[in-house]
Nanobody, 124 residues
Framework: QVQLVESGGGLVQAGGSLRLSCAAS????????MGWFRQAPGKEREFVAA????????SIADSVKGRFTISRDNAKSTLYLQMNSLKPEDTAVYYC?????????????????WGQGTQVTVSS
């Protein structure tokens, strides 16, 4: 299995930007499609973005399309989520996850390894 540690969360005003990072260790990072999910208080976990093992294919949730970008650096075993034009409704704990598939998928049951999460709070 791969171990995942997120960082980069924090408090930001609406309209601001944050970049989340997810450092992977253990099994080779390049073996995995990767994804970001989020969970707001009182709500179910939802898909945000996914990326294939090579980085050539991505999938973005409609709610963040045009504002969030997912990327990866396989040489650094790191996954990123660039978040721009943040809104209060983006407030959540953000989790990175490693998929059992190498391509980009958006179904959380396809993800076998999860990080501990990082809090993102967007103030209005």
């Amino acid at each position: 299995q791969v171990q995942l540690v997120e960082s980069g969360g924090g408090l930001v005003q609406a309209g601001g930007s944050l970049r989340l990072s997810c450092a992977a260790s253990g099994r080779a990072f390049i073996n995995y499609g990767m994804g970001w999910f989020r969970q707001a208080p009182g709500k179910e976990r939802e898909f945000v973005a996914a990326i294939s093992w090579s980085g050539e294919s991505t999938s973005i949730a409609d709610s963040v399309k045009g504002r969030f970008t997912i990327s990866r650096d396989n040489a650094k075993s790191t996954l990123y989520l660039q978040m721009n034009s943040l809104k209060p409704e983006d407030t959540a704990v953000y989790y990175c996850a490693a998929s059992i598939w190498r391509h980009a998928v958006h179904i959380d049951s396809a993800f076998a390894s999860w990080g501990q999460g990082t809090q993102v709070t967007v103030s209005s």
